[in-house]
């Protein structure tokens, strides 16, 4: 089946340090993938998505490059801000009717 | 403003009682979906539905029913045979046409029991 796993939080960093949050999946067929974060006690909003092998999906300073030969989209930022602290989902779309698959989550942390 | 409301923000339960989140869109979506989030965990689907007067389980469907009599709507009733339901709902929407469909989340509803 269809399976998305996330490195463990919380990841604390530092204001302006770099982030990576790793995301690897398990799909059959080729899945479309996202980015997702989720402010505390709010909804998530979608941060960035990919389609297709070597797709690059950016926004607001994030990255993610959709690796078929690694079966990875990790997420990236050169620079973190405090309000980056949020919870970071990964999720796989590979059925035609929309049915998302989520990671479990990394809380991200950055202090002043 | 297009967007998804949900309500209430919080709600309450009574044990025996059922009760029902709120869900409207005025996106023109097609596509509806329920998830639930409990701490430290991913969501996972409750019900969805593609079309009105269509719906589907999703993976965790025990002790929960919609309805989708209008576009805009997609109500969830969580019921007395839900044994464990403090959780946080999240609403979600899409297009409902091939490709890559970015589901748009609500804010939330977060279901407390007495």
């Known amino acids: 089946g269809n399976s998305v796993t996330q490195m463990e939080g919380p990841v604390t960093l530092s204001e302006e340090a770099f982030l990576t949050i790793n995301c690897t999946y398990t799909?059959?067929?080729?899945?479309?993938l996202f980015w997702y974060v989720q402010y505390p006690g709010e909804g998530l909003q979608l941060l960035l998505k990919?389609?297709?092998?070597?797709d690059k999906g950016s926004n607001k300073g994030f990255e993610a490059t959709y690796r078929k030969e690694t079966t990875s989209f990790h997420l990236e930022k050169g620079s973190v801000q405090v309000s980056d602290s949020a919870v970071y989902f990964c999720a796989l779309l590979t059925d035609s009717w929309g049915k998302l698959q989520f990671g479990a989550g990394t809380q991200v942390v950055v202090t002043p | 403003d297009g967007g998804i409301t949900q309500s209430p923000k919080y709600l309450f339960r009574k044990e025996g009682q059922n009760v029902t989140l709120s869900c409207e869109q005025n996106l023109n979506h097609d596509a509806m979906y329920w998830y639930r989030q409990d701490p430290g965990q991913g969501l996972r689907l409750i019900y969805y539905s593609q079309i009105v007067n269509d719906f589907q389980k999703g993976d965790i469907a025990e002790g929960y029913s919609v309805s989708r009599e209008k576009k805009e709507s997609f109500p969830l009733t969580v019921t007395s045979a839900q044994k464990n339901p403090t959780a946080f709902y999240l609403c979600a929407s899409s297009i409902g046409n091939a490709g890559a469909k970015t589901q748009y989340f609500g804010p939330g509803t977060r279901l407390l029991v007495l």
């Open positions: 990919a389609t297709k092998a070597d």
């Open positions: 799909a059959t067929g080729y899945p479309s």
